[in-house]
């Protein structure tokens, strides 16, 4: 036989326990804000965001506009379409090759070192052999050797072996980026797990065909974010280039604008009245390229520097 509880005893247990999951219920928490935290937060975004302001306001006046106007707002007469038209053909378009050859140094570039990091860190991540940890060493110390030290050296190799002014002297070097090797090496720990390696094994997949089909996959975030890092400091790189090339055709737009800098300063042959303007035009849009790659490849960035670091 059922017995049925009374509404009037039933009562107190559900205020009971709606009193209890008010207790329980966690409260929003009001969110705190610092004075201090604030003012340095808007300071660093000052310090960054200013240049690029500079940049864009500056590239809408001429020479004279550019030295008795105030820098960071427009002129009277803005001229950025006409700017832009002068820098593209400004000695017969040489602008538009040094654009195309950053192009190509910076893509060939980062796809290749960032191959090699993917290859060399999931090698030193799930193969042990002789002197690995010594040779991993090795790659963390030249993490620490600066890319200038190394630029005569280089430029001495690379002149015995007839290299020299060629795009080789430019991409080879690239191609060797011990900071993204280590970065493939701690994301493939994690990003690779052992079992799906020793399945294919099983299966008798070959250690590239695994490479090419399985590993690559997996390490894709890591593989986008070394492909990033190479492409900016290729597409910054001014040192090199400097000193491995020596036709103007060949030039990326780093040395290039430089080069066109150097003959407003001294008025020599082939400098125009508006010389310094292009400097400038040619500055901003030869950002506009890398803004565009980090919008497009940023979630894959974010991603493949947090999934290295977390434990799974």
Avoid: C
């Amino acid at each position: 036989m059922t017995t049925l509880t009374p509404p009037a005893a039933a009562e107190p247990t559900a205020r009971r326990t709606a009193g209890t999951d008010r207790k329980r219920r966690p409260r929003p928490s009001s969110r705190r804000r610092s004075t201090p935290l604030t003012i340095a937060m808007l300071a660093a975004l000052a310090y960054f965001l200013l240049p690029l302001f500079w940049l864009l306001i500056a590239s809408t006046k001429n020479t004279q506009d550019l030295i008795n106007s105030f820098g960071l707002w427009f002129s009277h007469t803005p001229q950025l379409l006409a700017n832009i038209k002068e820098t593209f053909t400004q000695d017969d378009g040489v602008f538009l090759r040094w654009l195309l050859n950053t192009v190509m140094y910076a893509g060939v570039s980062a796809v290749g070192a960032a191959l090699l990091a993917a290859a060399g860190g999931y090698g030193f991540s799930k193969f042990r052999f002789r002197g690995d940890r010594a040779a991993f060493n090795l790659v963390l110390g030249a993490v620490m050797v600066p890319t200038t030290a190394l630029a005569i050296p280089t430029y001495l190799l690379f002149a015995k072996a007839g290299l020299v002014n060629t795009p080789w002297a430019i991409i080879l070097p690239s191609l060797v980026n011990p900071f993204g090797l280590y970065l493939m090496r701690v994301y493939a720990e994690d990003a690779v797990p052992d079992s799906i390696l020793e399945a294919a094994r099983i299966d008798g997949a070959g250690e590239a065909r695994i490479f090419f089909r399985i590993v690559l996959r997996l390490l894709g975030p890591g593989l986008v974010t070394v492909l990033l890092f190479t492409l900016v400091a290729t597409w910054n790189n001014y040192f090199l280039p400097l000193i491995m090339l020596n036709d103007p055709d060949l030039y990326p737009v780093t040395v290039g604008l430089s080069s066109w800098a150097a003959q407003a300063q001294n008025g020599g042959a082939g400098a125009s009245s508006d010389m310094l303007a292009l400097v400038v035009t040619g500055s901003l849009i030869s950002i506009v390229p890398l803004v565009v790659a980090f919008l497009m490849l940023q979630r894959y960035w974010q991603s493949g520097l947090a999934s290295g670091g977390v434990k799974q």
